[in-house]
């Protein structure tokens, strides 16, 4: 297992590199270019010089998340193939460089959603927060200003300026796609990817829809163990895998996320690792990562991950905005921190109880 943590790149991001380095056990860095639109090539050279900011300060980069998909690609429109072809030459090129986990996520429209980027909690912090009943009130090609409020000034991944300024474009181009369609639309892509992928052994980790159920109508298609065994078996290459987001997959607390892990061992490189609360039904906050701060089971989560042998990459996710930090809402850098040790700790436990056994 490999410790890391996000990472913007140079001039997105209020956390650095050398701040990341002195966190105990972390090894790397899972980072992006965030200027690139989807659809374009990555080139050589850009990714080349990410690499060489990260690696001058001791780090190095464990994944990129994301290689985002564009939605000519998950509607399937005519302008597909060209974005297709892109794509792979930007593995060409991740892969030659020796970077070869990749996340994305195959989410209409919006990628993750919250309706609240600082929910105060008792504790004094303020975390992301979903609540559905006022999701069901939103109507969705309006809220750009809400969004754009929300970010104060940050450019949120999945929430970038051009996408909220086409939202009624958007929410009319995937009109006719259902979650049928849009399935088919992801095994052409990752048919299409194969063969670079095995290339370079390039693994692709696909981000489950956050929270975990159709919002504002749109489709989604990776929820729960069921749709991610199917996804799984539909290409059944390594290259398909899943970024096991606890987060993401326990917003559902109906999803049992050590039965999923269990479910898609051995196509895990990548795993999300967070805890939250649910409040009640429709609308839960995230904490602290560890157990007794929220409803989930981190220790068996940890556990099941051990146990069928993941040897991929862990990052803490969000984390709560502590100690008057003022960072992009979810990614500062103490309570991520605080996360990365936690988890650590608990696998330091896990190895040493399988040595005692
Ligand atoms: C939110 C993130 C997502 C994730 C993408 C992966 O904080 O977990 O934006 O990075 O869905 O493509």
């Not at 990752?190 to 290339?199: D, F, G, N, Q, T």
């Not at 163990?225 to 799984?232: F, S």
């Not at 690792?273 to 989930?296: C, I, P, Q, T």
Request: aromatic share 8%; hydrophobic share 40%; with cysteine.
């Amino acid at each position: 297992m490999n410790m890391t943590l996000r990472w913007y790149g140079p001039g997105y991001d209020t956390v650095t590199l050398e701040q990341i380095r002195q966190i105990p056990g972390v090894t790397g860095v899972v980072t992006t270019l965030m200027g690139k639109q989807p659809g374009e090539v990555w080139t050589k050279e850009e990714i080349r010089e990410l690499k060489s900011v990260v690696e001058a300060s001791g780090l190095e980069i464990a994944a990129i998340e994301s290689v985002n998909i564009s939605d000519d690609i998950k509607i399937g429109t005519e302008k597909r193939e060209e974005h297709i072809k892109n794509y792979i030459e930007t593995l060409d090129n991740l892969g030659s460089e020796g970077i070869n986990i990749v996340c994305y996520n195959f989410m209409p429209v919006f990628d993750w959603t919250r309706t609240d980027l600082a929910r105060p909690r008792k504790d004094g912090s303020t975390v992301l927060a979903y609540d559905q009943a006022i999701v069901d009130q939103i109507v969705p090609t309006r809220m750009r200003e809400s969004m754009e409020k929300m970010c104060k000034g940050f450019v949120m991944p999945g929430w970038e300026p051009e996408r909220l300024a086409k939202l009624e474009a958007l929410f009319d181009a995937y009109k006719d796609i259902d979650s049928e369609k849009l399935f088919d639309n992801l095994v052409y892509f990752l048919e299409a990817i194969s063969e670079v992928c095995e290339k370079h052994n390039i693994k692709m980790g696909i981000h489950p829809d956050d929270p975990a159920w159709p919002i504002f109508g749109l489709p989604r298609i990776v929820t729960n163990k069921e749709n991610i065994e199917r996804l799984l078996k539909a290409v059944d290459k390594p290259h398909n895998g899943i970024t096991l987001c606890t987060g993401s997959l326990g917003s559902n607390p109906k999803n049992d996320i050590p039965a999923i892990i269990k479910a898609a061992a051995g196509r895990i490189p990548f795993a999300h690792v967070r805890n939250l609360k649910y409040n009640h039904e429709g609308d839960f906050e995230e904490a602290a990562h560890l157990s007794s701060d929220g409803s989930m089971d981190m220790y068996a989560v940890l556990e099941a991950l051990y146990e069928t042998g993941f040897n991929g990459i862990i990052r803490p996710d969000h984390g709560r905005m502590i100690w008057g930090e003022e960072a992009m809402p979810g990614y500062g850098l103490y309570d991520r921190a605080l996360g990365a040790c936690y988890l650590n700790g608990v696998w330091e436990a896990l190895e040493k109880n399988a040595e005692k056994r």
